[in-house]
């Protein structure tokens, strides 16, 4: 999961340095496995033939799931990397933050 390139990308990728550790990803990873977990039982429900209407109560609640993951990112995204970037006039950054927004209430 990365919003924030700066502080996000492998040390190798970045010259070795990382500018601060997200208090969430543990979280977000075990969110996210529990999340294609229940998925991929949707799937099987779809294989095999069970009810329309319980694979969609199914789906609404994976769909659910991965909104509660966005917004872990998107709060840890602010409260770090926004934060940060605040303090340095990164202008970019919010900008960045602006579009991944957008793009995700589609």
């Known amino acids: 999961m990365t919003l924030c390139r700066r502080h996000h ?5 970045e ?3 990382h500018g601060h550790t997200h208090t969430n990803t543990k979280a977000v990873v ?3 496995n529990r ?3 229940h998925l991929e039982s949707v799937r099987q429900m779809v294989e095999d033939g ?3 209407s319980e694979v969609l109560i199914q789906l609404a609640a994976v769909t659910s799931a991965i909104n509660g993951v966005a917004r872990v990112i998107m709060k840890d995204h602010i409260d770090h990397c926004i934060v940060d970037a605040v303090e340095r006039g990164d202008r970019k950054a919010l ?3 602006e579009q991944a927004i957008d793009r995700f209430i589609r």
Not at 9 to 13: C, T, V
């Open 9 to 13: 990308l492998p040390a190798a990728e």
């Open 15 to 17: 010259g070795g340095a």
């Open 35 to 37: 999340a294609i977990g």
């Open 30 to 32: 075990n969110r996210m």
């Open 50 to 52: 069970r009810d329309c």
């Open 95 to 97: 900008e960045d933050l």
